[in-house]
């Protein structure tokens, strides 16, 4: 059954495309020898310096009458770790200093006190992070919240000289240095998530929409909130460039303060470079819903509502839609808005260009800020 609607549907878009493929297009622009990742980059060199060791401690123990009594110095402290953590409370490498210290050690003490070991430093990178050595291989991959690596090790601290001498009538006068910690050079990349980000109400047909274009097979139902966490997909292209889109689960009034599925998906968002916003437009007044959504953005990050925007004006088979769709152009002639049926193919070809447009530009101005970066 599934298998017979999927071939009615594969059917339609190729009326409307009139294309043995229904989703690659042409190639608009000769594939540029920089448009080989899918992914943008945000990079950052750092250099990580471990804590020392604190020394250990000489130190004589005299009883009665300053009489000898043994050696009681303590032992130094472990120097810290620079350790990097992935956290969804950071979206990109500015807060990072480019050197990383660790503090150090503390050092042993008399009356056979050890001294502390150091705290470690932790540093949060975004979700997404690689981390390189300086020879360009990978050694860190952090994309879940909480993963840590640890960038450099802290020294061991230095044995006091009551560890070399448990003999009451010796006076050794011997102690260790602590011991200096790794100080190691990376380059911290960060993925974007995917290149387009789809936001719209619950039901507005953004999962449709995902698995008309892409490979991916997010759950699809007319209830709002079916999709509870991001879906990734890759629009293929004639040319073998492919696109990374997300489906972001269904904003509403409120999720800026944490209200419905919450602040979380408008953190996916700012990993996205575009954001295509998906509207119901056979329902009343839809451009209400693009208000709604760019407030929630807006209330959450003034910048993410910087990123470029596209309008799919979804549901234009649906009675009423031409009619809203003309007034959603007039009202947003600033935007790109294209109406689509993600259910039927309808104008997909169409939105998939505008896409592929907007993302060639995009890593042609990546690529000159690169350029100009390196001068
Ligand atoms: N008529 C019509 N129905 C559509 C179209 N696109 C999606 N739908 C229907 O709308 C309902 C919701 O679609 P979804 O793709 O699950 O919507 P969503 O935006 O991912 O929903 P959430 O997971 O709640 O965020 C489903 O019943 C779809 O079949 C379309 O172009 N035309």
Redesign the pocket.
Known sequence: MLSQIRKILLMQIRTVTNKSRPVALKAMKKKSSNQVSQYFIDERYIRAIGGKGGDGCISLLRVWANEFAGPDGGDGGNGAHVVLEASTDVNDFKHISSVLEAPDGENGMNKDCHGKNAPHKVVRVPIGTIVKNIRGEVVGDLEKEGVMFVAARGGAGGKGNHFFSTSVNKTPEVCEYGASGEDVAYTLELRSMAHVGFI??????????LRMITRAK??????????LKPHLGMIPYDDYEQISVA?L??LISGSADNRGLGIQFLKHAERCNTLLF?IDV?LDEPWEAYYILTNEINKFSEELMTRKQIIAA?????PGAEENLKILREKFSHLTVVG?????GTNITQLLDVIRENYDEQMESEKLRKEKDEI
Do not use: C, Q, R
Request: no cysteine; hydrophobic share 30%; aromatic share 8%.
């Open positions: 719209g109400l619950p039901n507005a047909g953004k999962s449709t929409l997010p759950k699809i139902a007319s209830y709002p909130f079916t999709t489906d689960p269904g998906v056979s979804n549901k234009i088979d649906e689509i049926s993600a259910k039927f």
